[in-house]
């Protein structure tokens, strides 16, 4: 009867133990590629801009090198560095995967599931969750050690950091600003509407938009909001930046290309279909996709139409730019590989599935995930 007590409260105590997140990530080198080929994807859209160009040739035609079953979808974007990515699902699996073999270096359960896409530092993860349980905090992956948890509500957009800060943006509105390495408050504010840009950070100001419309600015360390501006538009997509303006889609079919330093709109584009991601940016071209299926070309500076392609189903999820094509993804389960500078559609990639996550280039390999609950590399 004592060992039968004794082995009940083991059982309980290892339950609550593990009740945030069980079989920890510990990363290794693995060898298998040249860990100086390449800069990563550790970032949202690749660089500290969000533009989503990757200055690299690749070539066509493209073949499946491998894919990798997750639990559920993996709708947030995928990051890589060194030999492995990581891939959140919407079950609050981490996945760290083998970027050249496709097989799993380790796994990790969180409450809540990965709609945000989290920040790769080295050797510090930053991560938020969204629905259930939701929760950010900071992973030591090299250490397999959990540094901090704090709770949220659906942490839903961009989650950002600089200066020793993490800022997270939520769905009801809230816009908190965390000490990185223990996780302690800094400052938080009640915006309006749900923060499903997430925060962007730009030298030492935090902007971030929301579905009521606004677009806030603040001192990174303070909090003192420096602008807030009411454009009439339900912003949704990540935020991306060419050093003086920034450039916002809304769910009405609005690009905007507004003054980073006071929020005035510079100019504007109005596309055929919502557009639900942000644009990508390469040289002076922006690339955009909607809801309705095109793709936009647009100068940097007038917004002026240089070409329009329509794949024929929705776009969900921003284009990768790479030297001399777009990558496009779509529902219809299409990678559209497009000319970058001609608007013209020169191969197609079926992935047989709807795509769901937006392609990344990673030491050599296009990365992408599906509805089927499968992550894709091809090359």
């Known amino acids: 009867m004592r060992g039968l007590r004794f082995f009940i409260y083991f059982l309980l105590s290892a339950v609550i133990l593990f009740a945030g997140c069980s079989k920890t990530i510990k990363y290794r080198v693995q060898g298998e ?155 938080k504010k009640d915006l309006e509407g749900a923060v499903a840009s997430g925060c962007f950070l730009q030298d030492t100001i935090i902007y971030a938009a929301t579905e009521g419309g606004f677009l806030y600015a603040f001192d990174y360390r303070t909090g003192k909001e420096l602008f807030r501006g009411d454009y009439g538009a339900t912003f949704q997509g990540h935020i991306t930046s060419d050093g003086r303006s920034l450039y916002l889609c809304s769910y009405d079919s609005t690009v905007f290309k507004i003054d980073s330093q006071n929020g005035e709109v510079q100019r504007k584009f109005i596309a055929e279909g919502s557009i639900r991601c942000g644009v990508a940016l390469a040289g002076d071209t922006l690339y955009v996709c909607s809801t309705s299926g095109n793709l936009y070309a647009l100068d940097r500076n007038t917004l002026r139409q240089y070409f329009r392609l329509d794949t024929g189903s929705p776009v969900m999820v921003p284009p990768l730019i790479t030297s001399d094509k777009v990558f496009v993804a779509s529902l219809n389960g299409i990678l559209y590989v497009i000319d970058r500078f001609s608007g013209e559609n020169i191969y197609e990639y079926d992935a047989e599935s709807p795509i769901v996550s937006a392609p990344l280039l990673f030491n050599g390999l296009v990365i992408f995930s599906c509805e089927n609950r499968r992550v894709y590399a091809i090359r």
């Open 33 to 187: 590629a040249d860990l100086t080929s390449d800069e990563g994807w550790r970032y949202l859209r690749y660089d500290e801009n969000n533009t989503g160009f990757v200055d690299r040739h690749v070539r066509i035609p493209l073949e499946k090198e491998w894919e990798y079953k997750t639990s559920a979808e993996v709708n947030a974007q995928i990051l890589g560095h060194r030999d492995f990515i990581l891939a959140g699902d919407l079950s609050g699996k981490l996945y760290m995967i083998g970027a050249q073999s496709g097989k799993k270096l380790g796994k990790m359960k969180f409450k809540g599931g990965f709609a945000a896409a989290p920040y790769l530092g080295d050797p510090i993860l930053y991560f938020a969750t969204d629905i259930k349980g939701s929760k950010t905090g900071a992973l030591n992956y090299r250490r397999g050690k959990l540094m901090w948890e704090a709770p949220g509500r659906d942490f839903i957009g961009q989650v950002s950091l600089g200066w020793g800060i993490l800022y997270t943006g939520e769905i009801d509105g809230r816009l908190t600003a965390w000490r990185a390495v223990d996780g302690a408050e800094v400052w």
